[in-house]
């Protein structure tokens, strides 16, 4: 069915409970998980000494996130890889994907209810818009709750 996923996380409950998902569907199908941890990078217009550290500490952060969910994902028995990459979380998990030419891109749904969504955009509903292949959007409800 399937033979490359793709699932993004930020170490939040509700990413916790769309890994678990894709977990579950790379152990089903015999797929490789590539989990994906996005960090931003600094403004420009903060003193550059300080750009430095923050990139660091946020790479660093990201770096570990990704690491806990390789192991967790390893941890059930799954092939899996990890992404630290900075920059836009859709726009890491795009590339991601297009990279690994996945034929699934599994995130959360936080973010995506109410007006919030139409005035600062999400993940979701970007990936929704520009994924290059199926996209699994879980319900992340159960997990915030």
Known sequence: MYQRIVVGTDGSPGADFALDHAVELAKLSGAT????????LTTPYQLASAIGDANDAMH???ERICD???ERAQGAGVTVEGHCVPGDAADALVTVATDTKCDLLVVGNRGMTGARRFVLGSVPNKL????PTSLLIVDTSAARA
């Open 60 to 62: 660093d952060d990201a």
């Open 33 to 40: 998980l590539h989990v994906v941890s996005a960090h931003k």
């Open 68 to 70: 806990a969910a390789v």
């Open 128 to 131: 929704s818009h520009h994924c």
